[in-house]
């Protein structure tokens, strides 16, 4: 099943344990594989990341290999290091 990149704008993003993330504000595009690299991430001053960001308006990348499925919400894997997302970076 195809999904476009449109569809998933201002889904809400929840780690798998149901941990509030952020909403999808925009998609990161490899040109050279043409393919989505990641997933902009908005509202990250109220999600489970507010400690990355230093300013409420502050957006992340996070790696597109994070998403394990795109519905009406957006999942993505849990941590693996140290219990801390290593974001692609701020926005």
Do not use: F, Q
Request: net charge negative; hydrophobic share 40%.
């Amino acid at each position: 099943m195809a999904i476009s990149v449109g569809d998933t704008l201002g889904r809400d993003i929840y780690t798998k344990k149901g941990m509030y993330v952020g909403k999808a504000y925009d998609a990161m595009i490899d040109l050279e594989r043409g393919s989505i690299s990641g997933i902009v991430v908005s509202d990250v001053a109220n999600g489970c990341l507010k400690d990355v960001v230093d300013s409420p308006s502050k957006k992340i990348v996070l790696p597109y290999s994070y998403v394990e499925a795109i519905g009406d919400i957006i999942i993505i894997k849990p941590p693996a290091i140290g219990g801390s997302y290593t974001t692609g970076g701020l926005v």
